[in-house]
């Protein structure tokens, strides 16, 4: 990989000099009264589509004109929108007669998504530098996703680009103090899985440079983010925002959302899962957005009941998986420290991650199931819920050997499909949970396999996963966000919008898995 062209510091600084008079677009907030409208008609199939759309004049100008024409005669909000909107086409492939082989397929795929921003008056965040966006719906840069995308990247050799995607998170923690669930301005109140870490990681494994030093303000800043509140906590308070202070002292993490209202991309939805629970909305719409955060939206790790949207939780939960990127988060900033040569931070931030270690250790291992789950903190239990978020201790090399052995074993006898691993074992209609399998955690579930040389399991689900991708891509000519492992031949589905045709991470584990050969 070459090396950085140049000092993100002073990219930064130029970037944002170049944005000073630009005034992000919010519609959520600049659309006022028309903007729940559209949404609750609603003028659109996927909620989405309007909050992604740009506007053709001025907010001021269309606002003033709903005004005057919504109570007139005959108007029509659909044509109205169209009118005064540039709605946004999402990425489909179409299907052909004959396709490539996929592995050329996955390359001629990275230039359909790659993204450059130009200045516009849309949702969208502008990013100094191009990206690679998942597909299909989704036209923005998202956390959690470049991650994996980026395992793919790397292999078809687009240094440059992996560079560049580092460098636009580098900028988007400088700019508001974290990286948002993706980047949209109706993201900002969330970010997502902390994958930060990793891909500086990735990029310094390619490079000649101290990278994790490079990078290691934003690196803190991101620490910073999900750990603001500590000091405020105590016995009588034990949650602030994403962190939770337990009994014995330990601080684990949560996912939250700075925001209580409807999230504007689901706004109808939203308002409807409320009206049929029986306590304040804005604690349902918290829970909702926080299960948003965790890119799990949505799943049983979520549910009281461990069935219906209507019990989410989230709030009350501390994900295995958010504290174990934690800990790497943690640890590769020990390590940025130790580059500096500034042993005293070093060593402070060891003493973190080992803290968070024990906690994990303590609070998310079930002895009874032998197996890693998450962590109610207000009923001081873990949820009994089986997950391949259980997967992250293997992962990180957070597991003893014992409990890697329980759970492997269990992995082999409940989890393993035709397919590859479902992310439950739990049917409930959502898209995180049974038959869906999705590509990142096929791959944590490889390498947390591999890293305690259950070599055999992890090779079986390797095949498994391939073959299914493979087999849905001969049929159709896609790549798609999600599968259905259970029953290979049936495509995935649930949720709250159809599968997804791109697809990022797929193309991302599907080329690392295809080399691990």
Not at 149 to 157: K, N, P, Q, V
Not at 216 to 226: G, M
Not at 353 to 367: F, H
């Amino acid at each position: 990989m070459t090396s950085m062209k140049r000092p993100i510091l002073l990219f930064i600084i130029f970037y944002c000099i170049s944005l000073n008079s630009f005034s992000q677009y919010k519609p959520h907030e600049d659309l006022g009264e028309l903007f729940a409208a559209v949404q609750l008609a609603p003028v659109f199939p996927d909620s989405k589509t309007f909050v992604d759309a740009i506007p053709k004049f001025s907010v001021e100008d269309i606002r003033r004109k709903y005004a005057r024409e919504k109570s007139k005669k005959g108007f029509d909000l659909k044509a109205f929108v169209q009118e005064n909107f540039l709605i946004t086409e999402t990425l489909s492939r179409p299907d052909k007669d004959k396709f490539a082989p996929i592995e050329v397929h996955i390359d001629d795929l990275w230039d359909d998504l790659v993204r450059k921003d130009s200045l516009n008056t849309s949702s969208l965040i502008q990013l100094p530098n191009p990206y690679i966006v998942p597909g299909g719906r989704f036209n923005e840069m998202y956390y959690w996703d470049t991650y994996f995308t980026m395992l793919g990247l790397e292999l078809s050799e687009k240094d440059e680009l992996i560079e560049n995607m580092v460098a636009n998170f580098a900028w988007l923690i400088e700019t508001y103090g974290f990286i948002p669930n993706g980047t949209r301005s109706y993201y900002l109140s969330r970010s997502q899985p902390p994958y930060f870490s990793l891909m500086v990681e990735l990029l310094a494994n390619s490079t000649e440079n101290n990278i994790i030093a490079d990078y290691l303000p934003a690196l803190l800043a991101e620490h910073n983010f999900w750990m603001d509140g500590t000091d405020n906590l105590s016995g009588s308070k034990s949650a602030y925002r994403r962190v939770v202070r337990l009994k014995d002292g330990s601080y684990l993490n949560r996912y939250w959302d700075n925001d209580s209202t409807p999230r504007p991309e689901a706004y109808k939805e939203d308002i409807e899962t409320a009206s049929k629970i029986d306590i304040k909305p804005e604690i349902t719409y918290r829970n909702i957005r926080a299960a948003a955060e965790s890119g799990w939206d949505f799943s049983a790790r979520w549910f009281k009941d461990g069935l219906t949207l209507k019990t989410i939780q989230t709030t009350d939960i501390i994900p295995v998986d958010l504290n174990s990127l934690l800990y790497h988060l943690e640890m590769t900033i020990a390590k940025g420290y130790g580059l500096k040569g500034d042993e005293k931070n070093k060593s402070n931030f060891e003493k973190k991650a080992l803290a968070r270690k024990r906690a994990i250790l303590k609070y998310c291992w079930n002895a009874d199931e032998e197996f890693f789950m998450d962590y109610n903190f207000k009923e001081s239990r873990t949820t009994g819920l089986f997950t391949l978020a259980g997967m992250s201790p293997l992962f990180f090399k957070i597991a003893e050997n014992a409990q890697a052995t329980a759970v492997a074993n269990h992995l082999e006898h409940y989890f393993l499909f035709p397919g590859g691993f479902p992310s439950t074992l739990v049917l409930t209609g959502q898209q995180w949970d049974a038959p869906n399998g999705w590509a990142p955690l096929q791959w944590i579930s490889y390498k947390g396999l591999k890293n305690y040389n259950f070599d055999d399991l992890a090779t079986t689900l390797r095949v498994r996963w391939l073959e299914t991708v493979e087999n849905e891509y001969k049929e159709s000519g896609k790549l798609l966000e999600k599968y259905n492992v259970v029953f290979p031949e049936v495509p995935g589905g649930g949720g709250e919008y159809p599968t997804q045709d791109g697809f990022g991470w797929t193309n991302g584990v599907y080329l690392k898995m295809l080399q691990e050969d």
